[in-house]
Nanobody
């Protein structure tokens, strides 16, 4: 019922910044909360950040990114962003956006996922 497309990944040096975008489309896309997750080989997909959908101010961040990452949205463009500052080598991962009924930190709470975008941070 909703389609998600991530973009903005790439290669950046430690201490640098990237902004990831997730464009959403679908008949009921405005009713969904959005989350960002990341995954590296051999590890489970882990929570990064989440935001309530249009009109909801709920925000949720993983402890590992608090103070460095910011999730926000542009209602007119139906797009959710992840601003990533002060990047560290341990932030290297494939980043996925997801849509679900609530902005929770659990992968199982999201029904729809994008294809992922690679973020690589060099030391």
């Amino acid at each position: 019922q909703v389609q998600l497309v991530e973009s903005g990944g790439g290669l950046v040096q430690a201490g640098g910044s990237l902004r990831l975008s997730c464009a959403a489309s679908g008949r009921a896309f405005s009713t969904y909360a959005m989350g960002w997750f990341r995954q590296t080989p051999g590890k489970d997909r882990e929570f990064v950040a989440a935001i309530g959908w249009w009109g909801d101010g709920t925000l949720n961040y993983a402890d590992s990114v608090k103070g460095r990452f910011t999730i926000f949205r542009d209602n007119g463009k139906n797009t959710v962003y992840l601003q990533m500052n002060s990047l560290k080598s341990e932030d290297t991962a494939v980043y996925y956006c997801a849509a679900g009924p609530q902005p929770l930190a659990l992968t199982t709470s999201y029904a729809y996922w994008g294809q992922g975008t690679q973020v690589t941070v060099s030391s």
